[in-house]
C-alpha cells in the first residue's frame, strides 16, 4: 500500500468513527497529485453533507465527478446533496447516472424513490422503491419509505401494511414506530397508535416527529393540554419544524382561539409556503369566523399547487353553496368526490348540495357512503336527520346517541351538530321533551361557539346597524336610485320574525307550479355586505350607502338573481323566506323595485 493509499485509509477510520474534524484534516492533507485525491475530494463532500452543509457537499462531489464521473457512488452522493438543497431535478438525474453505471445499487434506487415522491411523482417513486424491496425483501427502510409515499398517494391501506412491515422488521426502530402510529391515528385506531407514539417516545425522546406524531394522537383524543406539550417538545428539538407548527394552529382552533391559530398557521406558512394541508387548515379557521374571502383565496392557492386536492375543492364549494352559487358548488364536490372518492368530505358537501336541490334519495345515498368512510362521522349524521327528519331510521337515531356518548367536550361543535340533529328528528317524531333538551344544549354549545369566534349577537351593535339602515334608506335615497334596480318580479321575500308563519307562507306560495320555494338564504345580506367591495372602498356599509352608483346596483342585483335562479332556472317566482331580511329590505328594493315583500 502507498504512503497515500495509507493516509486515505486513516482518513477514513476517523470518519467511520465519528472524528469529522480529524477526518476532514486528513483528507485536505492529501496531495493533489496523488491517484486518492479524487476520493478524499469526494468523501469530503459525503462529510460536509453529514454537518448538514449540502452547498459545500455539492460543491466538493461536483470536483471529484469532474475528475471521475464513472463512479456510481459519487453520482448517488451528490444526488442526496441536491435533495437536501431542495434541488431535486438535479437529484433524480444524477441518482439515475448513477443507477445506469450500476444498476443494482439499491441505497441510491432508494434515494431516488424519495426524490421522485419529493417532486409529486408518486406512481414512478413507488416504482422504484418496490423494486428495491422485491431484491432486499427485508430492507426496512425500504418498507418505510414506501409506507410514506403511499400515505401521500391517498393510499391508506397499502401504506399501513407497508409500515407495518417495517415494523415487523425493525420493532424497536423510533422513526417507523412513530410513522405507523401516526397512520394509525389517521386510520382510527388511537389504542393502538397510542401503544406505537408512546413507545417511539420512550425510545427516543429527542425525536421531534415521534413527538409531534404523540401530539396529533393525544389532540384527536382531546387531551389539548398533553397534545401541546409534545408540540411545544417537538419544536425545542427542531424550531423550524413546519407541519408542528400547523398542528398547533389545529390544536388552537379547536379551542376556539383562533387569533393564535392563525398565528401558527402564518409561521407554518413562512416556513413551507407551499403546504397544501397548511393553506387549507388556515382557509377553514378564516371560513369559521367568516373571513370567507380570505379563506377562498387559500383555497385556490392550496388548489393551484395540487390540483388533486379534494380538501381545497370541498372548501370552495362550501363557500360557493353558502353564496347560493349551488350549480357551481355541485361541480366542485364532484370534482372532490372523483378526486378522492375515499374522503367523507366531498361526499358530504355534495350531499348538502342535491338535498337543497330537492334530490333528497341521491342526497342519502351521498351521506350513506360518508358514514361508511368516516371513523366518528357526527357530521354526517346531522345532515342525515336534517335530510331524513321523521323518516329517519331507528337504527340511525341509535348510533346517532352512541356517537354523542362518545364525543368529548373538546368537540363541542360536532357535538351541537349531532344534538341539532337529533332535536329535528325528536321533534318530527313526538318525542318533544327530548328534542328540547337536545337543542337547548345545541344552542349553548353554539352560542359558546358563536362568542370564540367573535360572531356572537351584541344588542348593541344590532341597534347601531338597524339605525344606520334607516337613516341611509330614508325616502332621498330611494328617489336617488330610482330606476337604476332589475326590472325583474322573479324575486319574493317572505320576511318577519322567527316562528311568525315564514315556512307555512313559503309552503303555500311553493304550490304553486310556477313558483319554487328556495328556503332562507343569505343573498340579501350578501348583497348588502357585497357594497363597499363593488365600489372599491374601504367604508362601512352603512357609509358606503350614499355613494352606490347605478353600475355597482345593477351589478350586485344580477349576481344576487343570477345565484337565486341557478336554483330554479325556470319558475317565474323564487321564494326566499329568510325572516331576517326585514334588515335588508333597503338593499331588496334598491335592487328589485317590482319584487314582492310579505310580511
Not at 382531546?222 to 417538545?233: M, N, S
Not at 387549507?280 to 395540487?306: G, I, M, P, Q, W
Amino acid at each position: 500500500m502507498t504512503e497515500t493509499a495509507a493516509q486515505l485509509q486513516q482518513a477514513m477510520t476517523l470518519h467511520r468513527a465519528g472524528k469529522l474534524n480529524e477526518a476532514e484534516a486528513a483528507y485536505a492533507a492529501l496531495p493533489d497529485g496523488a491517484p486518492e485525491h479524487v476520493d478524499a475530494v469526494h468523501l469530503r463532500g459525503v462529510l460536509a453533507l453529514q454537518r448538514g452543509n449540502a452547498t459545500q457537499a455539492i460543491d466538493l462531489i461536483k470536483q471529484a465527478i469532474q475528475i471521475r464521473n464513472d463512479v456510481p457512488a459519487m453520482h448517488s452522493n451528490i444526488a442526496e446533496a441536491y435533495r437536501a438543497a431542495g434541488k431535486l431535478n438535479d437529484a433524480i438525474a444524477h441518482a439515475r447516472t448513477a443507477l445506469q453505471l450500476d444498476p443494482n445499487y439499491h441505497a441510491c434506487r432508494g434515494n431516488l424513490g424519495l426524490a421522485l415522491a419529493a417532486v409529486g411523482d408518486l406512481k414512478e417513486a413507488e416504482k422504484e422503491l418496490r423494486k428495491v424491496i422485491e431484491a432486499e425483501p427485508r430492507n426496512a427502510m425500504a418498507w418505510n419509505n414506501l409506507g410514506n409515499v403511499l400515505r401521500m398517494a391517498k393510499q391508506q391501506d397499502s401504506a399501513l401494511a407497508a409500515t407495518n412491515k417495517a415494523v415487523q422488521l425493525e420493532p424497536t426502530n423510533p422513526e417507523f414506530l412513530s410513522n405507523l402510529g401516526q397512520l394509525l391515528v389517521e386510520d382510527g385506531d388511537f389504542e393502538e397508535a397510542r401503544q406505537r407514539l408512546e413507545n417511539a417516545v420512550k425510545l427516543a425522546p429527542r425525536l421531534p416527529a415521534a413527538r409531534n406524531n404523540l401530539g396529533n394522537l393525544y389532540r384527536e383524543l382531546g387531551l389539548l393540554d398533553e397534545a401541546a406539550h409534545q408540540y411545544d417538545e417537538a419544536l425545542k428539538l427542531q424550531p423550524t419544524l413546519a407541519v408542528t407548527h400547523n398542528n398547533q394552529g389545529q390544536l388552537f382552533q379547536q379551542r376556539g382561539e383562533y387569533e393564535a391559530a392563525f398565528g401558527w398557521y402564518q409561521k407554518s406558512l413562512q416556513l413551507n409556503p407551499n403546504d397544501v394541508k397548511t393553506l387549507c387548515n388556515f382557509a377553514s379557521a378564516l371560513s369559521e369566523v367568516e373571513r370567507k374571502d380570505d379563506a377562498t383565496k387559500l383555497y385556490h392557492a392550496a388548489l393551484k399547487l395540487d390540483p388533486q386536492c379534494a380538501t381545497a375543492m370541498c372548501g370552495i364549494g362550501s363557500g360557493l353553496r353558502r353564496d347560493a352559487n349551488i350549480e357551481e358548488a355541485r361541480e366542485y364536490f364532484e370534482r372532490a368526490v372523483a378526486a378522492e372518492p375515499s374522503s367523507s368530505g366531498g361526499h358530504l358537501g355534495l350531499a348538502g348540495v342535491l338535498s337543497e336541490l330537492g334530490k333528497f334519495d341521491e342526497a342519502e345515498r351521498e351521506i350513506r357512503e360518508a358514514i361508511r368512510l368516516e371513523k366518528a362521522p357526527a357530521a354526517a349524521y346531522e345532515l342525515l336527520a336534517s335530510t331524513l327528519r321523521k323518516k329517519l331510521p331507528e337504527k340511525d337515531y341509535a348510533r346517532m346517541k352512541e356517537i354523542l356518548s362518545e364525543l368529548k367536550g373538546t368537540r363541542p361543535r360536532a357535538r351541537a351538530g349531532l344534538l341539532f340533529g337529533l332535536g329535528v328528528y325528536g321533534d318530527q317524531t313526538g318525542k318533544f321533551e327530548e328534542a328540547a333538551a337536545s337543542l337547548d344544549e345545541a344552542n349553548q354549545l353554539e352560542g359558546e361557539s358563536l362568542v370564540k369566534r367573535g360572531l356572537n349577537y351584541e344588542p348593541e351593535q344590532h341597534t347601531e346597524w338597524i339605525d344606520s339602515m334607516i337613516r341611509e334608506f330614508n325616502p332621498e335615497h330611494f328617489e336617488r336610485v330610482k330606476g337604476w334596480g332589475l326590472d325583474t318580479e322573479v324575486p319574493v321575500f317572505v320576511l318577519g320574525l322567527p316562528r311568525s308563519g315564514t315556512t307555512l307562507a313559503e309552503q303555500v306560495l311553493a304550490s304553486h307550479a310556477k313558483v319554487f320555494g328556495a328556503d332562507e338564504l343569505r343573498l340579501a345580506r350578501e348583497s348588502m355586505l357585497s357594497v363597499p367591495g363593488v365600489l372599491g372602498l374601504s367604508d362601512s356599509v352603512p357609509d358606503c350607502i350614499p355613494k352606490l352608483t347605478q353600475q355597482a346596483v345593477q351589478q350586485i342585483a344580477e349576481d344576487h338573481l343570477q345565484k337565486l335562479r341557478a336554483r330554479a332556472p325556470e319558475a317565474e317566482r323564487i321564494v326566499d323566506k329568510m325572516p331576517e331580511n326585514y334588515v335588508n329590505i333597503g338593499m331588496i328594493v334598491t335592487m328589485f323595485p317590482n319584487a314582492r315583500i310579505i310580511h
